[in-house]
């Protein structure tokens, strides 16, 4: 039990000890991550780029341990330290109403004593003959209505008028010293609570406890964050830009520290501060989902019973079935494991990259609904070219694999095309994709509610480069739906190209309605692709309308419409090969994911270098 703060304490208290103690802390944050970052980005790319074999794996995993123990070390630190400001702010604030009483109190002619009473001088009131003795006076902190007005009429009724003073000033000292206690009784526990397992191992549950660490300072921490000055509800780039760039590095760190996912989603910021507070998220969102999985592996129930034959209603010998109880349980470890996978992937990357040039940066990540995970392979803020991917139907953070490394087989292939400059390859899964082809996919809404977020990244993108970047949006299957009602909706885009494959239409009847140059808009559908077949809005679903069925066998109408591939589209269509045919390798639509094999590929990266296909 926290006891008391008692006068002499909070009188020889220093609260600028206690931030003396938090800058400490900062810096070891600041060394923790400098330190992972070098493993990461310099220790194991050189090793992955001359070594191989079982040793060189073992040192990898090793080195892989020993980065996220300082990415542990940085975080925790990061914590107390924002805990140790908060606290220090709070005792401060006690501190000087202590000594803005004591102050006021010796200007009266009044001592405090060591144990927080204050001691008044003899005095007479106007009028009266006699003086009356000095005396001394305790204060009671909290006062109501109703104390405050017996002590007034106590003031009145006495003869030394220095006794109401003396009341007044003990009673501010008592305040004081309760608001000190209250701070001391709600930190106590908090930074007691910050404490690491006695070993080299960061597992599951210190990843859980992380979140639980930083969810209970960022509580307490709220009278001290509050000076802190948030972004800006316009969540505009160019507003977020500045108001990061007005924070002291306390400031920020702080503020990194207690709202990772807040600062890691802002749009405008540079890559490598996104991609530290996302990389915290990720840890800890992969921590809670394996303690979740860890969880339920224990439940596991019985697995077999013994087969009873239908026929004759008798048990079989030697024969065993799994259990009702096991399926269910079974089923939902699947489910779990499931959502492990995409974090995985994305964890993977930083696990595996071998060049500065091929380094993965984490913009955006949540594990809401579907899932969410911006990942740039090349850094976005140096690029000459800036490529950002929008996949389609079926994308979600769970297979957000196949989509990271369609990313980085442009990324390389760009930068094979034209190596005099760097390139960037974004594969942008910030928003809820339709699930389903016959239902979802057929509707805008999930398009609708995308076009802000990706209108706000590729600004965004354009505000931390800074430099003469070239934007290249590339939308698939459903993303291209995407990518074009955002370039349709934002007049000042800054986008120099576009390029839609595999497209059920891009929102508009024409290319140059996407605001862009329409020699800039780029279209490919392979002939096997099942996407040709994709009708227009009246088809299927107004079976009895004959124009529909007209227009389902034209050459230029399609679901979202004017198929971009057709000449009324107005844009400019490159070769791909007709790609496999439906059902090749068990496969319903092999040809609609071809588009990042050899040939095309060559094309998207000779567009995105600012060539010809």
């Not at 590729?458 to 931390?464: F, K, S």
Request: with cysteine; proline share 6%; glycine share 8%.
């Amino acid at each position: 039990m926290t006891t008391g703060v008692d006068y002499s304490t909070l009188k020889a208290l220093m609260p600028s000890e206690f931030e003396e103690a938090a800058d400490g802390y900062r810096s070891k944050s600041e060394m923790a991550q400098t330190a992972k970052d070098h493993i990461e980005n310099t220790v194991a790319t050189g090793m992955r780029k001359v070594l191989r074999g079982q040793a060189a794996e073992t040192t990898q995993k090793q080195l892989r341990a020993l980065a996220e123990n300082f990415l542990y070390i940085q975080t925790e630190c990061g914590v107390i330290s924002t805990a140790l400001n908060g606290f220090a702010f709070d005792m401060a604030a006690a501190k000087r109403k202590l000594d803005a009483a004591i102050e006021d109190a010796r200007a009266d002619g009044c001592t405090v004593n060591p144990d927080g009473s204050v001691t008044y001088p003899a005095g007479k009131k106007p009028g009266d003959e006699k003086i009356t003795d000095g005396g001394t006076v305790a204060g009671s902190a909290g006062g109501s209505q109703t104390s405050d007005a017996l002590e007034r009429q106590a003031a009145n009724i006495h003869p030394n008028p220095n006794y109401g003073k003396a009341m007044a000033y003990a009673n501010r000292i008592a305040d004081a010293l309760k608001e000190a206690t209250d701070a001391d009784a709600k930190w106590a526990p908090k930074i007691r609570a910050l404490k690491a397992d006695d070993d080299l191992t960061v597992s599951a549950r210190d990843w859980t406890d992380v979140t639980s660490d930083t969810s209970g300072v960022r509580k307490a921490a709220d009278p001290y964050l509050d000076t802190i000055k948030g972004p800006p509800k316009s969540d505009w780039p160019q507003d977020n830009a500045r108001w990061w760039n007005g924070l002291s590095e306390e400031e920020r760190a702080a503020y990194v520290f207690m709202n990772p996912a807040s600062v890691g989603a802002l749009d405008g910021l540079p890559a490598d501060v996104r991609d530290d507070a996302n990389r915290t998220v990720l840890a800890e969102e992969r921590g809670a989902q394996q303690a979740k999985v860890d969880a339920w592996l224990k439940k596991e129930p019985e697995h077999y019973k013994p087969y009873i034959s239908p026929i004759t209603g008798r048990e079989v010998k030697g024969a065993m079935v799994p259990t009702e109880e096991w399926k269910e349980w079974n089923e939902k470890k699947e489910q779990l494991e499931n959502g492990l996978k995409g974090m995985d992937a994305i964890q993977s990357r930083f696990d595996t990259y071998t060049s500065e040039n091929k380094r993965p940066y984490l913009l955006g990540f949540d594990d809401n609904n579907l899932g969410h995970a911006i990942v740039s392979i090349g850094n976005p803020d140096t690029a000459d070219n800036v490529v950002t991917y929008v996949p389609g139907t079926f994308a979600k953070l769970e297979s957000i694999d196949g989509d990271i490394r369609r990313a980085e087989l442009l990324q390389d292939q760009a930068e094979r095309t034209d190596p005099s400059r760097s390139t960037a390859s974004i594969v942008w899964l910030g928003y809820d994709a339709p699930q389903s082809i016959m239902t979802d996919a057929t509707e805008t809404k999930w398009a609708d509610e995308a076009q802000e977020p990706l209108s706000n990244f590729v600004h965004g993108i354009q505000e931390a480069n800074g430099g003469e970047v070239k934007q290249t949006l590339l939308g698939h299957s459903y993303g291209s739906l995407v990518a074009g009602q955002t370039l349709r909706d934002n007049l000042d885009l800054p986008v120099d190209n576009a390029i839609m494959v595999g497209s059920p239409g891009v929102g508009v009847d024409h290319a140059k309605d996407l605001n862009i140059p329409a020699d800039h808009v780029w279209a490919a559908t392979a002939k096997n692709d099942l996407i040709n077949l994709a009708p227009p809005p009246a088809g299927p679903l107004a079976p009895l309308n004959p124009e529909a069925y007209m227009e389902l066998f034209d050459d230029h109408s399609i679901v979202h419409g004017t198929d971009p591939v057709s000449d009324e589209f107005g844009g400019r269509v490159f070769d791909v090969p007709d790609g496999k045919l439906p059902g090749a390798g068990w496969e319903m639509m092999p040809a609609h994911s071809q588009y990042w094999e050899e040939k095309p590929l060559r094309s998207l990266a000779n567009i995105v270098t600012g060539g010809q296909p």
